[in-house]
């Protein structure tokens, strides 16, 4: 099994940024591709971003290309996500999870990020 633990949420301004981190243990969790996922309140969970096993090839969800960097470090079994030039509409809940074949089989618990206006 794979563990993963969020960090960085927390309340910025509009206009702001902020960087999450995804720190794994368990097997080996460069084995797998990466995402970051978030949910918004009354909405369904959606993917934000995915990044290869490697690193060398990363994916965006449209709304957030351009604002949005994954990348990850195997040697410290981190991924993270650099958030800019955030609004509102950012606020949701964040998560990592690591993809096993075709399904995402682990998830961290989540942490909120808030975008005041």
């Known amino acids: 099994q794979v563990q993963l633990v969020e960090s960085g949420g927390g309340l910025v301004q509009a206009g702001g940024s902020l960087r999450l981190s995804c720190e794994a243990s368990?097997?080996?969790?460069?084995?797998?591709?990466m995402g970051w996922f978030r949910q918004a309140p009354g909405k369904e969970r959606e993917r934000v971003a995915s990044?290869?096993?490697?690193?060398?090839?990363?994916d965006y969800t449209d709304s957030v290309n351009g604002r949005f960097t994954i990348s990850r470090d195997n040697t410290k079994k981190t991924v993270n996500l650099q958030m800019n030039r955030l609004n509102p509409e950012h606020t949701a809940v964040y998560y990592c999870?690591?993809?096993?074949?075709?399904?995402?089989?682990?998830w961290g618990q989540g942490i909120q990020d808030i975008v005041s206006s």
């Open positions: 990044i290869s096993r490697s690193g060398d090839n990363t």
């Open positions: 999870a690591n993809l096993c074949g075709t399904s995402w089989s682990f």
């Open positions: 368990g097997q080996t969790s460069s084995n797998y591709a």
